[in-house]
């Protein structure tokens, strides 16, 4: 029990904070880095994020870089100060501040912490060149009569350079505006309420002081809390009407100038205090003289006390009545403008006036009162000295002064003497720590009336050796040391709520913090805890002593080197010479929870303790320690006993035979499932020492029993510990090493309930899975032991009649159905049922005395639950799986009844779908899968892996167990959502989205279909499609893998596989609202042991339940997707949206269930032409795709040759003309020497005559080729060329073959091209002449040799 530095909140976004006030000097980056710290500090976050390298920031150098800078003094040239409930903290440097709130938050371990966030920044000067130089926080009571102490609000008073006095509330804004002076403020400091120590002290009243260089002003703390509240309602009102104008009440205050010192840097106000008539006397003998007349009753004074040089400190005394107040003018700036960050940021809702009356208001100062004079009444003179600062004491007695010398000084304020100091703490920063005496602490036989005690600690931090001590005053030695970092700040609020008085303060519990240390390498707030005793010396407390002797155990439990003997010898001295009870019992406490004690010492050592307690006065016996002795004795020998019948006993003992009925049958029909599930989890793992089935220790099994009113109970703990507890008790019995009847007998007389050892016995079953599995026995131990259980008196109700549900045994179920350990579970489940059943039938024949079969509700519990594990066993061996190497699956996943009733009626086929994208199973597989268990066909074809011949047969396991859950359409649909969710984790893997839709496709209902596709369109793929389309439209071509990856957030390649995914989804889409009409919706069911399944809906259901959507909009986006899939896929310059007119631009990435505008009626020629070229590149990008594929001999998917029906299909809807396109297609084909792809396509051009005169120029371009552009120009070529005509020569060398990009073709294939030329041109035709010229001059080429 010694003075301790705990923890109790951690400041948030220190480094945001930091980078705000120091914008220059802390900036390590470039204009970027501090455009995004600003908007950290606006809360101005986006949506979309990064896309483009996020862990590029995180390297070596950069965060060693920031370590140092953390490090780095910045926050001693700032303002700090911190609210007495330590719920608002304020950082403030030249004209910016920022307020950090506190907010409460769960931590990894569970535990909730306070941290301290920022709730406003900005700029807070409002004249010209003026800067903050003083901040305080006042929190302000609440007058409701349900307050318990906490605040109402916090107002923030800041003082500036320029004399103003600003408040503002805590999310920044102003309230009120004052300038009482016209120097810099140099502190601000307020007193409040404190409830009166003694009867005869003054009640002291609540201020506001605020010191100037030459003047000190107080503000009445009564006057100041109506005129914040008021101006506070008058700001909220003005806000709801849009009004700036507010009108603040007058502020009541003193203003003193204080005279006879050179400088002055602090003050602190004592309050009003009054002298004794001999003080009177001396003063007024002094001062006057012998003759001095002396009043009857002392005057009321108010005392004030400042440093600074010349004199050292000086004491001023104001009598009451000698001033009166001033009463405030309206604060102009206030009054006119509510200039506030907030209000500036919200001037939507707020009316401001014009930029010239903002000028003329602002130039225009309220009047400055005059100060009083108030010469000093005497000071301690040191010429060299320089004081820095005072901090007063929360009794107002003493206050310590730093200087700059490097001394710390006590004074004593009512004496006006210095009476210690303390040399070598240069810049110390000071406070104070009241500690108040408990009740208990002191001896009632001495002192039974006497007031509580109270304690003054003074704390002294020196950040240059970076130690926080503690003094105790007033000539106290040093009772604590800490080592802390050299530039943390002691904050000190010297004050608590501001309105409080003798009568609202009654039966409040005010919490407010005295001291804190804010470290900003970690932003820790620490708090400093001093026990009362440390004030008291060792000649008036006891405690001292027996703290003394309480250490001493300490140092002999920590050392492991002394014999066993010796050990307890001095720990049982130590005990008994322990004189106060609460002490005793942490003594033995710390014995009792020591690891290296063994269990004889700990037995002797409690003994005789409670002997020594036994002959004292039973008046004299504290009841509490007696019991804890008596109870603790207890304990060690029942661990002591439980201990001795787990050893090995050699003697002979008769071996029991049990009857089992039933129990054989049951495991026989679930031993399959366990042999499979055995198989799966028998991989090996990683275990460690603590984990291993070792003894128990004495100090744990001390620490989980208690007596609690005669009766042993577990203490509730994780199911770590209670497995532990449960394996000591229990585990030789299960495993056969230990008598069964044996050990239940002494548990039985140890008295435990029954229903907790039930609970440690089944924690121990069901967290050693493992262990049982491999023990033949555990089985037949366990029914033993449950028998045995059940039938102590006390477990099973003596009213239970088998009609209702027992607590017993419903105990054991819920356990079970808990339980992620699913073999387990159903052993004790199978177990416990035939105990159960055993016993509702001697209960039925002891009443009936009749051969009647036994039907009762608690049977009917058990055969729901058995069923119900069982289930979960089939389903859990599937899940147990190993993912194939490689793979992204992560760790298995466990499942109980519990969680699978709790997740919906979803949960089953959500766990299955989650296993088969762990597996990678492709949707045709499992679709093969499903199809043969409802045929009951054996594979057809040999699978590759044994992996898959397992998972093929798990799968058909858990399908037979859940018809309904994990019907196909409904595994489908799941399947499709986890694939869909998955890859928008990690969208550059496109497998997934196309799996996704591939699954998607197998629904067979076209109302789940609808959903899910409807689903997965409006969560995951719009915002990134209409980032593609909008992405496209800006560059008017494919984009590269930079820019997808920043607007899109995947690669270009990505991109493309998505851009065709979104293809098949909206196909699905619309081909499932075709068929809507024909299908009546499905009705969600599950099975009937799950029907009690509850919690959120299922994805099936939610598909069910969508609204149908416009098939026409659905259509319009698919025609995009296919245009933005077509460019991407082969890199064509593409404008998508200007492709349509403004209804359709309108009418993309709107909701699909709502009717819009779409175009109709006859496009825009221009419009159409532009699609028609981008039609004709799609084809001839897929004609190049597909000659390249046959050059490298590359089997051509029959994905990639839908590009020609795909074209087809956009005509109609893009209102371009068929039959060109075609035509196009057939040139292309030509063109490529693709001359078999263009005859297939020929057949369906309807226009023969035009495509007749395109493929004559191609012919001709061909034969030009072979004749004139040839390198080898033989001599039977040029006479067949000076045997042709004249104009057909002509016509041949005006061709230009170097469009072909294919121009060596076999003349063969020219034979037939020119053969379908001839066929489709008429004879009338122009060119038909040429035709057959063209036929004669291949066919003389043909028989040239």
Not at 441 to 465: C, G, K, N, W
Not at 559 to 579: G, M, N, T
Not at 602 to 615: C, I, M, P, R, Y
Not at 993 to 1007: A, Q
Request: hydrophobic fraction near 40%; proline fraction near 5%.
């Amino acid at each position: 029990m010694s003075c301790c530095l705990l923890e109790f909140g951690r400041v948030q976004e220190l480094r945001q904070v930091r980078d705000f006030l120091f914008p220059k000097q802390y900036q390590s980056g470039p204009e970027e880095k501090k455009t995004q710290a600003e908007n950290e500090l606006t809360w101005d976050d986006s949506d979309w994020g990064s896309w483009e390298n996020p862990d590029s920031k995180e390297d070596g150098s950069q965060a060693e870089e920031e370590e140092q800078q953390q490090s780095s003094p910045w926050l001693q040239d700032c303002v700090l100060s911190l609210s007495p409930c330590s719920d608002l903290l304020v950082i403030a440097r030249e004209h910016k501040a920022a307020f950090l709130s506190a907010k409460w938050r769960t931590d990894e371990s569970g535990q909730e912490e306070m941290a301290l966030t920022v709730s406003w920044s900005g700029t807070l000067s409002a004249e010209e060149g003026e800067c903050i130089s003083s901040v305080i926080c006042i929190p302000l009571a609440s007058q409701k009569r349900s307050s318990t102490g906490r605040p109402d609000w916090t107002c923030i008073v800041i003082g500036f350079t320029s004399g103003y006095v600003r408040f503002y509330t805590e999310s920044g804004v102003l309230l009120l505006s004052q300038l009482l002076h016209e120097d810099p403020v140099l502190r601000l400091k307020c007193r409040t309420y404190e409830i009166p120590r003694h009867p005869g002290v003054t009640e002291q009243h609540e201020e506001l002081s605020i010191l100037y260089p030459a003047a000190l002003v107080t503000i009445d703390g009564f006057s100041l809390f109506q005129s914040l509240r008021a101006c506070r309602n008058q700001v909220a009102r003005a806000a709801a009407a849009g009004s700036d104008v507010i009108q603040p009440p007058p502020l009541a205050y003193k203003k003193w100038g204080l005279q006879d010192m050179d400088t002055i840097t602090d003050h602190c106000s004592l309050g009003i205090t009054t002298l004794s008539v001999f003080d009177q006397m001396k003063n007024a003998s002094i001062l006057g003289g012998f003759h001095a007349s002396v009043k009857g009753s002392p005057p009321a004074m108010s005392q004030y006390i400042t440093v600074g040089g010349g004199p050292y400190t000086g004491f001023y005394y104001a009598i009451e009545g000698s001033s009166q107040p001033l009463l405030s003018h309206v604060a102009l700036a206030v009054a006119s403008k509510l200039t506030s960050a907030l209000f500036s940021a919200a001037s939507g809702w707020l009316g401001w006036k014009s930029k010239n009356e903002e000028e003329s208001v602002q130039k225009q100062k309220p009047k400055v009162e005059p100060a009083t004079p108030l010469p000093v009444r005497f000071g301690l003179p040191d010429s060299r000295r320089h004081g820095e600062s005072i901090c007063l004491s929360p009794c107002n007695t003493m206050a310590g002064v730093t200087d700059d010398f490097g001394r710390v000084t006590l004074l004593d304020v009512a004496r006006g003497i210095t009476i210690r100091m303390w040399k070598g703490y240069r810049d110390a920063q000071l406070g104070w720590v009241q500690v108040s005496e408990a009740f208990g602490e002191r001896d009632t036989a001495t002192s039974p009336s006497m007031p509580r005690r109270h304690a003054q600690f003074l704390v002294i931090y020196a950040p240059r050796r970076g130690i926080l001590e503690v003094w105790g005053t007033q000539h106290g030695p040093r009772v604590g040391a800490f080592t802390v970092g050299k530039h943390c700040r002691m904050l000190y609020a010297g004050h608590r709520l501001m309105g409080v008085n003798s009568v609202t303060s009654q039966g409040w519990q005010i919490h407010t913090q005295q001291v804190c240390l804010f470290d900003p390498v970690s932003g820790a707030l620490r708090a400093i805890t001093i026990p009362f005793h440390l004030a008291l010396s060792d000649k008036k407390s006891e405690r001292a002593k027996d703290m003394h002797l309480l250490r001493r155990l300490t140092s002999l439990l920590r050392s492991r080197e002394v014999e066993p003997a010796l050990f307890e010898s001095e720990a049982q001295s130590v005990l008994l010479d322990i004189k106060h009870p609460a002490l005793k019992k942490q003594a033995l406490e710390s014995l009792l929870s020591n690891k290296n004690a063994p269990v004889s010492c700990l037995t002797g050592v409690t003994h005789a303790l409670l002997d020594s307690l036994k002959e004292q006065d039973p008046e004299a016996v504290d009841e509490s320690l007696l019991q804890f002795c008596s109870s603790q004795l207890k304990l060690l020998q029942l661990y002591k006993d439980v201990q001795l019948l787990h050893t090995p006993d050699t003697s002979p003992t008769e071996p029991e035979h049990l009857s089992f009925s039933g129990i054989e049958e049951d495991l026989a029909r679930v031993r399959p499932v366990l042999q499979r599930y055995t198989e799966m989890n028998s991989r090996p793992y990683v275990s460690f020492a603590q984990d291993s089935g070792g003894p128990l220790p004495v100090r744990t099994f001390l620490s989980q029993l208690d007596w609690v009113n005669g009766e042993l109970r577990v203490i509730k703990q994780p199911n770590t510990d209670w497995t532990q507890l449960g394996s000591f008790l229990f585990w030789g019995c299960l495993s056969g090493q230990s008598v069964l009847q044996r050990v239940c007998e002494t548990l039985q007389e140890s008295g435990i309930s029954p229903q907790q050892l039930l609970s440690l016995l089944l924690s121990v079953w069901l967290n050693r899975e493992k262990e049982i599995l491999k023990c033949s026995d555990a089985v037949s131990n366990l029914h033993t032991l449950m028998s045995t259980l059940s039938s102590m008196k006390g477990a099973v109700e003596e009213s239970w009649d088998g009609q209702c549900v027992s607590p017993w045994w419903q105990q054991v179920r819920t356990a079970c159905v808990q339980s992620e350990s699913a073999a387990a579970a159903l052993l004790a489940a199978l177990v416990s049922h035939r105990v159960a059943k055993s016993a509702i039938t001697k209960l039925a024949e002891s009443k009936f005395q009749e051969e009647w079969e036994c039907v009762s509700l608690e049977l009917e519990q058990w055969v729901v639950c058995i069923k119900q594990l069982e289930d979960v066993l089939a389903l859990q061996t599937l899940l147990c799986l190993p993912p194939p190497q490689g793979s992204t699956g992560g760790a298995v996943s466990r499942c109980s009844v519990k969680t699978l009733l709790e997740s919906g009626r979803g949960g089953v086929a959500d766990c299955v779908s989650k296993l088969i994208f762990r597996q990678g199973v492709p949707p045709d597989l499992l679709r093969d899968i499903l199809q043969r268990r409802r045929k009951n066909q054996p594979t057809e074809q040999p699978l590759q892996q044994g992996e898959e011949e397992r998972l093929e047969e798990l799968l058909e396991c858990v399908c037979q167990r859940f018809p309904n859950s994990l019907s196909p359409d409904v595994l489908f649909a799941h399947c499709s959502w986890e694939h869909v969710v998955q890859w928008n984790k990690d969208p550059e893997v496109g497998q997934y989205l196309e799996w996704s839709v591939e699954f998607l496709k197998m629904i067979s209902n076209p109302h789940i279909q609808l959903g899910i596709s409807a689903m997965m369109w409006h969560t995951f793929i719009v915002k990134r499609f209409s980032a593609a389309a909008f992405l496209m439209e800006k560059v008017g071509k494919a984009p590269k893998d930079r820019l997808c990856r920043r607007d899109v957030g995947m690669g270009d390649a990505a991109v493309r596989s998505f851009l065709g995914s979104c293809v098949q989804l909206l196909q699905a889409l619309m081909e499932a609202d075709s068929g809507v009409e024909d299908v009546s919706a499905p009705d969600v069911c599950v099975e009937e042991v799950w029907s009690s399944a509850e919690g959120p809906v299922s994805i099936v259901e939610l598909a069910v339940d969508q609204r149908s959507v416009h098939y026409p909009l659905v259509q319009h986006h698919c025609v995009l997707a296919s245009l933005l899939h077509a460019a991407m896929t082969f890199s064509l310059r593409l404008k998508p949206l200007s492709l349509f007119d403004s209804k359709g631009k309108n009418a993309f990435f709107r909701d699909l269930i709502s009717i819009q505008l779409l175009p109709s009626g006859d496009m825009d020629p221009n419009l159409v032409a532009v699609r028609q070229e981008f039609l004709m590149n799609v084809l001839t990008g897929w004609v190049k795709a597909l000659a390249e594929a046959e050059e490298n001999g590359v089997k051509h998917s029959g994905t990639e040759d839908v590009w020609p029906s795909v074209c087809m299909e956009l005509t109609s809807l893009l209102q371009v003309n068929t039959d060109i396109l075609r035509r196009h297609l057939v040139c292309e084909l030509y063109n490529q020497g693709l001359d078999l792809w263009a005859e297939e396509v020929m057949m369906e051009v309807e226009d023969k005559d035009v495509l007749g005169s395109q493929l004559l120029v191609l012919m001709g371009q061909r034969l030009s080729f072979s004749l004139l552009h040839s390198q080898s120009q033989t001599k039977p070529n040029m006479e067949l060329l000076a045997r042709l005509p004249p104009t057909l020569c002509t016509w041949l060398k005006a061709m230009n073959p170097s469009e072909l990009r294919c121009p060596s073709v076999p003349l063969s294939q020219s034979s037939r091209l020119i053969n379908k030329v001839i066929e489709m041109l008429p004879e009338n035709h122009t060119q038909y002449s040429f035709a057959l010229q063209l036929l004669e001059a291949v066919d003389s080429l043909q028989a040239e040799p």
